[in-house]
């Protein structure tokens, strides 16, 4: 389970040490370093699962605030990152969120302007951070919490940053629903109920969604013609399951309204972009393609140059891939024409080579417009040279000038893991 020390976590901790040896039960305790008393903290935890015979493990965690995150979300995404890491096999995190925390997610949602998926606030199981995750306390009023940690005499830690009203949580917290509870003392109950109905919504959407994208998703990759065949909203939810598939971010509500006006209404022969934190949706032709923020190729490549040798690994990056070349009797090209180190470089226009035996010298842009490449990773295309010749195009061509005969020594170029052409 995750064990914070505070109240809630040692409410669940003295629950779980109750169930004795029925179950294999064991701690996590996430020091941030970002109060000077963490460290006692830590210590006092330790304790406790000494005196519970439980087992605790102590996991630093370095808040990274970088690329405009506030702390409060830092410090959760670098907490779930260090818990994913320290887990066994067959393992499920506990955690003691409970009905007034369900409350508080579902109004902070509702204050963001979020939508069903949003107002469900917090499952009480699934896998949101990548790991299996119960919060069997979920339905469990803080009254009750707090009597059971009273009746039992517990200790924990009062972390001092729950008082600063500068974060949203805590403000709510300690600003709004005291005086909510005065006027609606069944809040907790009455909000927990419009998640879960929220979640149902959410979980309909979904199906809908899989119905809808049958036979339209491929990969990451929307067909057009299907999607202009559904209403606005079908179309933004379709667009959503295709984002949460790829486990890519959600745009806004508004980046989504504008953006796919924009891609659905632009010309066929352009190619417009919804650009957003963390993602790119291009269209090209009848297609929607769906990239995350760092394997979104460029449209050009640049005058980049690596050296290649055969049984060596060259890695190009999320977008390029990675090349290896492999000795192959009668494949490939003829070893022959082979001087190592090979050069590994990109598009500057003008290349040329024959790709079919017999067949003609063709320009290797009127190739890869032939053979619907999108225009995006034209430039990123590994052109593999020995001297001055052009040997393969990636692993769609090789110049058959140069192919190996029937039972010649050859060589073949592997290129794996880059970013789809088509």
Not at 162 to 168: E, L, Q, R, V, Y
Not at 235 to 262: C, H, I, K, V, Y
């Amino acid at each position: 389970m995750a064990y914070s020390g505070g109240r809630d976590s040692t409410v669940l901790l003295h629950a779980l040490a109750g169930l004795g040896s029925r179950y294999r039960v064991r701690a996590l305790h996430v020091n941030h370093g970002l109060q000077p008393e963490a460290d006692g903290w830590a210590q006092l935890c330790q304790q406790t699962c000494e005196e519970y015979g439980i087992q605790l493990t102590v996991l630093k965690a370095t808040v990274d605030t970088a690329g405009g995150k506030g702390l409060e979300a830092a410090a959760r995404e670098a907490r779930y990152s260090v818990i994913r890491s320290a887990l066994e096999a067959g393992e499920v995190v506990l955690t003691a969120h409970h009905q007034r925390d369900q409350l508080e997610t579902f109004l902070l949602q509702a204050l963001r302007g979020g939508g069903v998926r949003g107002l469900a606030a917090m499952p009480a199981s699934g896998s949101p951070h990548d790991f299996p995750q119960l919060r069997p306390m979920l339905t469990l009023g803080a009254d009750l919490i707090a009597g059971y940690a009273a009746a039992h005499g517990l200790r924990w830690v009062e972390d001092p940053s729950n008082a600063d009203i500068s974060i949203d949580r805590n403000y709510l917290r300690h600003k709004v629903l005291p005086n909510l509870y005065d006027k609606w003392p069944e809040a907790d109950q009455a909000l927990s109920r419009s998640a879960r109905l929220c979640a149902e919504a959410a979980g309909l959407l979904d199906e809908l969604a899989q119905q809808d994208c049958a036979g339209m998703l491929t990969g990451h990759k929307v067909s057009l013609p299907a999607l202009n065949q559904l209403t606005p909203p079908r179309q933004r939810n379709a667009l959503r399951f295709a984002l949460r598939q790829a486990g890519l971010p959600m745009p806004s509500e508004q980046q989504l309204r504008t953006g796919l006006a924009g891609l659905l209404g632009e010309r066929g022969d352009s190619q417009p972009e919804l650009a957003y934190p963390g993602a790119r949706i291009r269209r090209y032709r009848e297609h929607l393609w769906i990239y995350s923020e760092q394997d979104a190729p460029a449209p050009e490549a640049g005058n980049d140059c690596y050296r290649l040798r055969s049984g060596e690994t060259l890695e190009l990056g999320t977008v390029r891939g990675r090349l290896r070349l492999v000795e192959e009797e009668g494949a490939g090209v003829a070893f022959r024409h082979v001087q190592e180190p090979l050069e590994v470089r990109f598009r500057a226009g003008g290349e040329r080579l024959r790709p079919a035996p017999g067949g003609r010298t063709r320009d290797l842009k009127k190739l890869l417009q032939e053979s619907d490449i999108v225009p995006w990773m034209r430039g990123n295309i590994p052109l593999v040279y020995s001297g001055s010749q052009l040997l393969f195009v990636g692993d769609r061509w090789l110049n058959s000038d140069l192919g190996a005969a029937p039972g010649e020594a050859g060589v073949r170029l592997e290129w794996q893991d880059y970013s789809p052409l088509s």
